[in-house]
């Protein structure tokens, strides 16, 4: 089922413009608090929690645009689901390079991605102070708010009004600068800990050996373990998977040539090289006492480039793990322009299988849609565990690559696919699948995901019955602006809301 009302006879061959795609990668400069009257359709009553989004608030710092989206200080997003009704509210992360740009009205920072300072090479020449723009996730986790950049510790906010309140070290576990990825997972029952839930994140520290340490939280935010593992080679590695018993990291196969960067030539991603002919390596890293006896394992596989998994889980001597994989990796040149992207030019994203035989050490990939795709999301309880649905952000189209456009629902057990597409105009970001409570079947729930509408320059919160497409969009809220492209968010039951909001 594929749905594209009232404009299939109009396109001829792109679901899309690149001028309504660009229209996402403008700042929204304005911090807004009001509730959601605007909408389509009914929000449903058990609908009851709290969606944050992180991403990149600013793409230009008084006009002097950034070389690359990633770059962008984080704004938190947080819209607010109780008794029928949604509250908007939006602030960016206080930090230190954040306030101090807005104050100078100019950019001072390198970014990771592609942004110099301007006045090219002597500006930027043995500056290698980075901006910490806590622009990547959200996530709360033992009562606190937490956003989350992969290169630094998290910075910690207050869920109501959104202030931010100073970097978390986790009662001094975590070391000032010391990395907290942006990619957590949640252990919905961990066998070291009775069954309770815990979340479980790393981080990397690259050279010519790279550090992998990997910290498990309990429900109350306390890290409970840690433990580092020195893996050889180059590592640049933005997420992972869990199951029961292991942690496992896909090694891109890359290099990284620090001297444009020491030079004031390029950023340090720019100086990220995919090398073609050398296989991707799967590290898989036990988490309990009796896989640790086993040791650190690493297999390969065929070359590629993964940003994003989707789940991974255990089937006797096998760890099977769906991702979203690349077969080269965009590259941002020093004097492009991200907004003028060559879609036709890049290769997609496209979800694969890897089977990982843990006896004989053989990986079997297998692709499973060959569909554009990224920003996966699942049922959490099923997280490193066997499942049957996901849900990911789509192209309209089945093949090429393209902006993304739709929301995909894959069963893995039927092969049966449904996409909900808000082509011509409207651009999604990641959907999160939120269960129904009390619900029985694994995808019965709903999908949440921020659209956004080139017709009217904003952003809609859009509400999908998880279960059955067909039955469209249950709500459409309508905010009042945009919201650039995001990158990562979450959803808790919890409901937060100001004083003054309530009534």
């Avoid at 709290?50 to 006009?63: E, K, Q, V, Y």
């Avoid at 815990?198 to 050279?207: D, E, M, R, S, T």
């Avoid at 004097?335 to 997609?348: G, W």
Wanted: charge should be neutral; charged fraction near 20%; proline fraction near 7%.
């Amino acid at each position: 089922m594929q749905t594209f009302p009232h404009q299939e006879t109009q396109l001829l061959q792109k679901s899309y413009t690149r001028k309504d795609w660009q229209g996402g990668y403008e700042s929204l400069t304005e911090e807004l608090d009001y509730w959601i009257d605007d909408i389509e359709g009914e929000i449903p009553p058990e609908l009851q929690g709290t969606l944050f989004r992180n991403g990149p608030g600013l793409l230009d710092i008084n006009g002097q645009r950034l070389h690359h989206p990633f770059d962008g200080d984080g704004m938190i997003s947080r819209i607010t689901f109780t008794n029928g009704r949604a509250h908007f509210r939006n602030r960016f992360v206080q930090t230190p390079g954040y306030l101090e740009e807005k104050k100078a009205g100019k950019i001072l920072y390198r970014g990771v991605f592609g942004t110099q300072k301007p006045g090219g090479w002597l500006a930027n020449i043995f500056d290698f102070k980075i901006k910490h723009i806590a622009n990547t996730n959200v996530i709360y986790w033992g009562d606190k708010l937490l956003a989350l950049w992969e290169a630094a510790e998290p910075y910690q906010l207050n869920p109501q009004s959104l202030e931010t309140l100073g970097n978390e070290y986790f009662n001094g576990v975590l070391s000032i600068g010391e990395a907290f990825s942006a990619h957590p997972r949640i252990d919905p029952s961990c066998t070291q800990d009775n069954g309770k839930p815990c979340l479980v994140n790393f981080a990397i520290k690259p050279g010519l050996n790279t550090k992998i340490t990997i910290f498990e939280l309990n429900p109350d935010g306390k890290i409970i373990r840690k433990k580092t593992h020195s893996v050889p080679g180059f590592c640049f590695i933005h997420d992972f998977v869990i199951t029961p018993n292991y942690c496992i990291f896909f090694q891109n196969p890359v290099k990284f040539n620090p001297i444009p960067f020491a030079l004031g030539i390029s950023s340090a991603g720019q100086c990220i090289k995919l090398l073609k002919n050398q296989p991707t390596r799967i590290i898989v890293i036990p988490r309990n006492p009796e896989a640790e006896a086993k040791g650190v394992k690493i297999l390969e596989t065929q070359a590629g480039f993964i940003f994003h998994h989707v789940n991974a889980f255990e089937v006797e001597n096998q760890i099977l793990i769906d991702s979203i994989c690349y077969e080269s990796l965009s590259e941002v040149e020093p004097k492009s322009d991200y907004r003028q992207t060559d879609f036709d030019a890049n290769s997609p994203g496209q979800l694969w299988r890897f089977h990982l035989n843990l006896q004989d050490n053989k990986v079997q990939p297998q692709l499973i849609d060959s569909r554009c795709c990224e920003f996966p999301t699942i049922h959490p309880n099923h997280v490193g565990r066997q499942y049957r649905y996901l849900y990911c952000g789509a192209a309209h189209a089945e093949t090429g690559n393209a902006p993304l456009q739709g929301i995909l629902k894959i069963d893995l057990e039927s092969q049966q696919k449904q996409i909900w597409s808000f082509a011509p105009r409207g651009f999604v970001g990641e959907p999160i699948f939120v269960p129904r409570p009390n619900a029985q079947q694994e995808d019965d729930g709903w999908v949440i995901a921020l659209v956004y509408d080139a017709e009217y320059h904003r952003s809609d919160v859009v509400i999908l019955d998880a279960k059955n497409f067909q039955k469209g969009v249950i709500a459409k809220l309508h905010l009042k602006h945009h919201i650039p492209y995001g990158l990562h968010g979450s959803f808790t039951n919890q409901i937060f809301l100001l004083e003054n909001a309530k009534k």
